[in-house]
């Protein structure tokens, strides 16, 4: 069994900043983090960050300077960096990770939420 557990989510001002972290735990042997996602009320969960094999990171066009993805291989935790913080990032920001044993098998985690608000 693999485990994605999100945290650092919560209320924010907008320009303010904040840091997730996705730590992986269990069978993890054969995984490998792919980046994370978001999902706003009513709309569908989108790519923020990415992680590629290669080691390089891509960024969705609406974070691109703003957000940070990085990683801890020692510690098994995936990091979101967020500054300049705006009320369309509100949203419950989840992790993914991937099986490289078989690419169908995803995992996420169970989110955590992020509130841009006055």
């Known amino acids: 069994q693999v485990q994605l557990v999100e945290s650092g989510g919560g209320l924010v001002q907008p320009g303010g900043s904040l840091r997730l972290s996705c730590a992986a735990s269990?069978?993890?042997?054969?995984?490998?983090?792919t980046g994370w996602y978001r999902q706003a009320p009513g709309k569908q969960r989108e790519l923020v960050a990415a992680?590629?094999?290669?080691?390089?990171?891509n960024y969705a066009d609406s974070v691109k300077g703003r957000f940070t993805i990085s990683r801890d291989n020692a510690k098994n935790t995936v990091y979101l960096q967020m500054n300049s913080l705006k009320p369309e990032d509100t949203a419950v920001y989840y992790c993914?990770?991937?099986?490289?044993?078989?690419?169908?098998?995803?995992?996420w985690g169970q989110g955590t939420q992020v509130t841009v608000s006055s």
């Open positions: 992680l590629t094999s290669g080691g390089s990171t």
């Open positions: 993914n990770a991937r099986n490289g044993l078989d690419r169908r098998i995803d995992y």
């Open positions: 269990g069978s993890i042997f054969s995984i490998y983090p």
